[in-house]
């Protein structure tokens, strides 16, 4: 039996004497989303697949021979450290105190005994457990009735989900850390007392893990309706509203992709563990469901835009899911990499107003964004070389001695958009037809010196968010520059009133 195993390990005691058990009920406290808040058993399936994902040809044979044999095999290979797992201090806390009034604490899991071992080695301050041994897996009511007989005298239990409603019903008393409103009604109904240890809104940490302030970036679809000269055509700005819409969900969804691919490496980080995933404030199980529903609702919307849209967000999916599992640790590819994801966004715009192509603006597109990239990478190495890191940084290639180069190959990019965007103004913009007042884009340069040059100089002020979109959507004067630059496309497309337009200068 799972009990005896752990223990003969030496991580668990013997049995405590029945007249010492009479004198106080134990305190049984479930692991999964509970104590850890998390799912062991997601977390082991997901560090499995990051490290080859053809492991989930092994995993479908696996899972005829039984919940229990899936979570042992699971459990073997992942190696899953539960040390770093995010645990529920409030609940920690109080287990603490009634360890010290003298209560016995026992830990009850339906994750596999060697999870199990793992969770005692981690917090000592569980007297026995008992665990899923590779047979059984013991969950709801096989649960309920292995607590019952090893205490027929009662005992308190805190659970999280619908699947301990059976082992609420057997305890003496029923404690909810975090459960859904359902659940918690469920258990009020058994008529025990209850007390509760509710959880974060999981709504708001949806909210923020799918980034909703990156759909900015999608923005850029809508330029070349612009500077194509389509922008006083409602139809025009309804497909372009499309692809920005279908683009943005496939975007959330590859930041919640990207987050469960990372959940070990923004754990160590100084500032992405505090991201909802891998926080615990949202459940991986709901980050799955959504993703899904980003990447079909996105390709969805895409294919009603028609083909040429829809083949343009698909490169886009390529290419992020590419990122996610590779690029991003590869130095240097990396910021190009996003760099090109950004100029993807210009040619889904162009795909979906069906306006001409132009090679000045995605190599400015190009530039500009790769900059921005390396300002993000820049960001993390400044912030390893504080901290006093060594080494190569988890999750990424770089190491925090390519700060240097980071930096020289960031404000070179940089201001080499500046320079193309220029060179488009003396050879096409000027022969534009479509726009009303290409006048107006002489402003553009000037603008991006003074954005690029505020993004660089924080970011060697150790000022600068590490994410350079989040920084430009909240930072004052980087919004005020962005209105400005509202303007002048606007001017372009619509021209200046009258008066405005110096005589003898223009196309």
Request: hydrophobic share 55%; net charge positive.
């Amino acid at each position: 039996m799972a009990t005896q195993r752990l223990q003969r390990s030496g991580m668990a005691p013997s049995p405590i004497p029945a007249a010492a058990t009479l004198r106080a009920a134990p305190l049984v406290i479930d692991l999964d989303g509970t104590l850890l808040r998390t799912d062991l058993l997601l977390e082991g399936v997901i560090a499995l697949l990051r490290r080859n994902p053809l492991m989930l040809l092994a995993m479908l044979l696996w899972l005829p021979r039984g919940r229990a044999f899936f979570k042992r095999r699971i459990a073997e290979g992942a190696g899953l450290d539960v040390a770093t797992l995010p645990a529920n201090e409030a609940l920690l806390a109080h287990i603490e105190a009634r360890k010290a009034a003298g209560q016995e604490i026992v830990l009850a899991t339906a994750a596999d005994e060697l999870m199990a071992l793992r969770a005692l080695r981690r917090f000592p301050v569980f007297d026995r457990a008992v665990a899923s041994d590779g047979v059984r897996n013991l969950k709801g009511a096989a649960k309920a009735a292995q607590l019952q007989a090893l205490y027929p005298q009662g005992f308190d239990y805190a659970g999280d989900a619908a699947a301990d409603l059976p082992v609420w019903a057997a305890a003496r008393r029923v404690i909810v850390v975090g459960a859904s409103p359902a659940v918690l009604r469920a258990a009020r109904r058994l008529g025990k007392p209850v007390e509760e240890f509710p959880a974060a809104s999981r709504p708001r940490a949806l909210f923020k893990a799918l980034r909703p302030h990156q759909w900015a970036k999608n923005a850029l679809v809508f330029l070349p309706l612009v500077l194509g000269g389509r922008a006083g055509e409602a139809q025009a700005w309804g497909s372009a509203f499309m692809a920005f819409l279908a683009l943005g969900l496939v975007a959330s969804a590859s930041y919640l992709l990207n987050d469960l691919l990372d959940l070990s490496h923004d754990r160590a980080h100084w500032s992405k563990r505090e991201r909802p995933l891998a926080s615990g404030r949202l459940s991986i199980a709901t980050g799955l469901v959504a993703l899904v529903v980003g990447f079909i609702g996105g390709l969805a919307v895409a294919a009603c835009a028609g083909t040429a849209v829809l083949t343009g967000v698909l490169a886009y999916l390529t290419l992020t899911l590419t990122y996610s599992a590779w690029l991003k640790r590869v130095p240097m590819l990396d910021a190009l990499t996003l760099g090109s994801l950004f100029t993807l966004r210009i040619a889904v715009g162009v795909a979906a107003v069906a306006v001409a192509w132009s090679p000045w603006l995605l190599t400015f597109s190009m530039f500009l964004f790769t900059s921005l990239s390396f300002a993000k990478r820049h960001t993390e190495l400044r912030g390893a070389a504080r901290r006093g890191q060594a080494g190569t940084i988890a999750g990424r290639g770089y190491q925090p001695a390519d700060e240097a180069v980071v930096l020289a190959f960031g404000v070179a990019a940089g201001l080499s958009s500046v320079v193309i965007f220029m060179l488009y103004l003396a050879n096409e913009a000027f022969h534009h037809a479509a726009l009303a007042e290409p006048l107006a884009l002489w402003s553009f340069p000037l603008i991006l010196v003074l954005f690029m040059g505020r993004v660089w100089l924080l970011a060697g002020r150790d000022a600068l968010h590490d994410d350079p979109v989040a920084f430009a959507i909240k930072d004052r004067a980087s919004l005020a520059l962005a209105g400005v630059a509202g303007l002048a496309f606007a001017a372009a497309a619509f021209g200046l009133p009258p008066g405005l337009v110096p005589q003898g200068f223009g196309p």
